[in-house]
């Protein structure tokens, strides 16, 4: 007999008058999330442009281009067709996709590995650069890990909890990023910081929303959420092209230090 996840996640039955009051402070919270993000990444960037050269800067960019422009290609839409899902979720569609997304995203980092030499040379990456997409491509592992808990407390409308990793790992990167730059890191100082980063909001989300991790397959969960999943995933394909499509063209036309300028 399928388990219901909310004899494991205690999922409530929201009313209609429940979704209304959810909805309102959700968008409130969400909006003080932005605001307080974009404060923090603006202080942020106005020190380490103190501490880091254009050309570091530009790398960080690229490379995070790079991993953005793949990381498209390893999820197919799963996490919002399990949000959108009107009848409770089953344990075993959460460990199918929760089993699926693991291979594709290991997958993915195994892609960018064999293809490391390629990139080098398209963007004429040092050493410290490769270490920083190696990087960022381990953080997909981190970010794939805590879907699940996140589709859980966004299914409950629950976002006073959901930003709370958010939070936590923008100050965590930006902290740690601007002081290890201070301290004439250069490059690896956003390398650093993304690992520190992933580990920590890993961590936080798993306390705020427990969740016991487990691999299963079910032919029937992704057949159902792939026709949502699917069309989903394709409509921010032009979004994807249009911003790291275009960094990732320009880096390797400008180089770094051209596209930071």
């Given at each position: 007999m399928a388990e219901s996840v909310e004899q494991l996640d205690p999922t409530e039955s929201l009313s209609v008058e429940n979704?209304?009051?959810?909805?309102?402070?959700?968008?409130?919270?969400?909006?003080?999330?932005?605001?307080?993000?974009?404060?923090v990444s603006f202080i942020a960037i106005a020190l380490l442009s103190v501490f880091l050269e254009p050309s570091q800067f530009g790398v960080f960019f690229i490379v995070s281009s790079v991993i953005n422009f793949l990381a498209y290609f390893s999820d197919i839409g799963f996490a919002a067709a399990l949000i959108q899902k009107k009848d409770k979720l089953e344990?075993?569609?959460l460990k199918t996709i929760f089993t699926i997304q693991q291979i594709m995203v290991v997958s993915l980092i195994f892609l960018i590995i064999v293809a490391t030499p390629l990139i080098q040379s398209i963007y004429s990456f040092s050493s410290e650069s490769i270490f920083?997409?190696?990087?960022?491509?381990?953080?997909?592992?981190?970010?794939?890990?805590k879907t699940i808990p996140?589709?859980?407390l966004?299914?409950?409308?629950?976002f006073s909890k959901l930003i709370i990793p958010q939070i936590a790992e923008t100050l965590i990167?930006?902290?740690?990023?601007?002081?290890?730059?201070?301290?004439?890191?250069?490059v690896a100082s956003f390398t650093w910081a993304v690992l520190i980063r992933g580990i920590f909001g890993l961590v936080i989300m798993y306390m705020i929303q427990p969740w016991m991790p487990g691999f299963a397959f079910s032919k029937d969960?992704?057949?159902s959420l792939l026709k949502f999943g699917i069309p989903y995933q394709g409509n921010t394909i032009l979004a994807m092209v249009k911003d790291d499509g275009m960094i990732l063209i320009l880096g390797g036309i400008l180089g770094s230090s051209g596209l930071a300028c």
């Open positions: 979704i209304k009051k959810k909805a309102v402070s959700g968008a409130f919270v969400l909006t003080l999330r932005t605001v307080l993000l974009q404060g344990e075993i569609e920083l997409l190696w990087a960022l491509a381990f953080s997909l592992l981190f970010s794939s890990l996140s589709v859980m966004e299914r409950r409308l629950d990167f930006n902290i740690t990023a601007v002081y290890l730059a201070s301290k004439g890191f250069g969960s992704v057949k």
